[in-house]
């Protein structure tokens, strides 16, 4: 699923590989640097200006880098536009911890079919489903009285590790990506919790 940057390039026009160079702020290193060797292959010229200042971006992503192997949620997000775009891992666990393990799997199904894995996307769903249904049972299972929404984030968070650790890296690896906005799917899910919250007052 790793983007072949040597081959994209060869099929850029000269003023497309230019691009990279003068906005080399908005590629990974990779892409930055497969665009010079391409101008460099067909005897185009990459002043020394501009090479200092490649360098210079690169040694900053080099840093960015460090800082984002810190916090792993953030990993292998990239600003790069040639890079495919999946809702994050972090907004996956977000929505699992706050809404339900359902609600992160459905944005990982989406990445899913977006890269072409169908069975992935099938295997996701399901135990997004069934793991929400068993999160169910289990919070009905104890008494009122010793029932907490801590407990219930803190079963949505060994749901949310497993779609991230188990079926992300099973089916979409080390992928570098872009991070797709999720306002819509966010709204989509206040709206349904609200309307559940409505029905149980109703209810009462």
Same mark, same amino acid.
């Given at each position: 699923?790793?983007?072949?940057?040597?081959?994209?390039? =060869?099929?850029?026009?000269?003023?497309?590989?230019?691009?990279?160079?003068? =906005?080399?702020?908005?590629?990974?290193?990779?892409?930055?640097?497969?665009? &010079?060797?391409?101008?460099?292959?067909?005897?185009?010229?990459?002043?020394?200006?501009?090479?200092?200042?490649?360098?210079?971006?690169?040694?900053?992503?080099?840093?960015?880098? =460090?800082?984002?192997? =810190?916090?792993?949620?953030?990993?292998?997000?990239?600003?790069?536009?040639?890079?495919?775009?999946?809702?994050?891992?972090?907004?996956?666990?977000?929505?699992?911890?706050?809404?339900?393990?359902?609600?992160?799997?459905?944005?990982?199904?989406?990445?899913?079919?977006?890269?072409?894995?169908?069975?992935?996307?099938?295997?996701?769903? &399901?135990?997004?489903?069934?793991?929400?249904?068993?999160?169910?049972?289990?919070?009905?299972?104890?008494?009122?009285?010793?029932?907490?929404?801590?407990?219930?984030?803190?079963?949505?968070?060994?749901?949310?590790?497993?779609?991230?650790? &188990?079926?992300?890296?099973?089916?979409?690896?080390?992928?570098?990506?872009?991070?797709?906005?999720?306002?819509?799917?966010?709204?989509?899910?206040?709206?349904?919790?609200?309307?559940?919250?409505?029905?149980?007052?109703?209810?009462?």
């Amino acid at each position: 699923m790793n983007i072949d940057y040597t081959t994209l390039m =060869q099929q850029k026009t000269e003023n497309e590989l230019r691009v990279y160079i003068e =906005q080399c702020e908005k590629y990974t290193p990779e892409a930055i640097m497969a665009a &010079v060797a391409e101008l460099k292959q067909r005897n185009a010229t990459v002043s020394k200006e501009e090479m200092d200042t490649i360098n210079a971006v690169l040694q900053h992503k080099a840093e960015e880098k =460090q800082v984002l192997a =810190q916090a792993p949620i953030t990993r292998n997000v990239v600003d790069d536009t040639d890079a495919h775009e999946y809702y994050s891992v972090r907004a996956i666990y977000g929505f699992s911890i706050f809404f339900t393990v359902l609600a992160g799997a459905l944005l990982l199904r989406s990445n899913l079919k977006r890269a072409g894995k169908g069975k992935g996307a099938v295997i996701t769903l &399901v135990y997004g489903i069934v793991y929400t249904l068993i999160v169910i049972i289990v919070m009905n299972l104890i008494p009122d009285n010793k029932r907490s929404s801590s407990l219930t984030y803190l079963l949505n968070a060994a749901g949310a590790i497993v779609l991230d650790k &188990v079926l992300w890296k099973k089916y979409l690896g080390d992928i570098k990506y872009r991070a797709r906005p999720f306002w819509i799917p966010l709204i989509i899910w206040i709206i349904i919790c609200a309307i559940l919250i409505g029905i149980v007052l109703v209810g009462q």
